[in-house]
Antibody, heavy 119, light 106 residues
Framework: EVQLVESGGGLVQPGGSLRLSCAAS????????MNWVRQAPGKGLEWVSV???????YYADSVKGRFTISRDNSKNTLYLQMNSLRAEDTAVYYC?????????????WGQGTMVTVSS | EIVMTQSPATLSVSPGERATLSCRASQSVSSNLAWYQQKPGQAPRLLIY???TRATGIPARFSGSGSGTEFTLTISSLQSEDFAVYYCQQYNNWWTFGQGTKVEIK
């Protein structure tokens, strides 16, 4: 079964750091574009970051310089390292796959992991 | 950044009726437009990509149309499981989402 499972969320103080993980099964992470998308409580969806199959990475302006996307091919897992966290980073974070054949839409999503930035 | 604007914010529809949701892009996105459904406490689910192509397993009552800057998602006969929030997303220039349309029971 094709599946994504996020972990690593929690409560962190402003200025702190957190690393999210997204374990994939049923497909190879490095063969697809992999993304992080977040959703603040009661709000809409915001694209955060992408890592292309070739390894290039890109970020939304709101997180550039603070967040780092990466992957471990041996573990078939995607990561999001979040530093210098702010209250406005509070959200459910989803990992999502772009698969060949469906253009650049997100066909598979994880269940999400909640990140709360508060003192 | 391409801004996506959805209307209406909330749509009240009776089961069995037709629902029409709109999405407008601040500049042309060609047909690089997707629609997602999200239910409370769940991740979004891909419904439509390429403005009009249904994703795998999506019922035929969901249809998408449009190109350029104006797009529409139509649900031909609303079922109980269709009451949810719907988001459009452009992927012509990175990825941006609309603010969502909540489809509620009338």
């Amino acid at each position: 079964e094709v599946q994504l499972v996020e972990s690593g969320g929690g409560l962190v103080q402003p200025g702190g750091s957190l690393r999210l993980s997204c374990a994939a099964s049923g497909f190879i992470v490095s063969s697809n574009y992999m993304n992080w998308v977040r959703q603040a409580p009661g709000k809409g969806l915001e694209w955060v970051s992408v890592i292309y199959s070739g390894g290039s990475t890109y970020y939304a302006d709101s997180v550039k310089g603070r967040f780092t996307i990466s992957r471990d091919n041996s573990k078939n897992t995607l990561y999001l390292q979040m530093n210098s966290l702010r209250a406005e980073d509070t959200a459910v974070y989803y990992c999502a796959r772009v698969s060949a054949g469906i253009e650049d839409a997100f066909d598979i999503w994880g269940q999400g992991t909640m990140v709360t930035v508060s003192s | 950044e391409i801004v996506m604007t959805q209307s209406p914010a909330t749509l009240s529809v009776s089961p069995g009726e037709r629902a029409t949701l709109s999405c407008r892009a601040s500049q042309s996105v060609s047909s690089n437009l997707a629609w997602y459904q999200q239910k409370p406490g769940q991740a979004p689910r891909l419904l439509i990509y390429g403005a009009s192509t249904r994703a795998t397993g999506i019922p035929a009552r969901f249809s998408g149309s449009g190109s350029g800057t104006e797009f529409t998602l139509t649900i031909s006969s609303l079922q109980s499981e269709d009451f949810a929030v719907y988001y459009c997303q452009q992927y012509n220039n990175w990825w941006t989402f609309g603010q969502g349309t909540k489809v509620e029971i009338k």
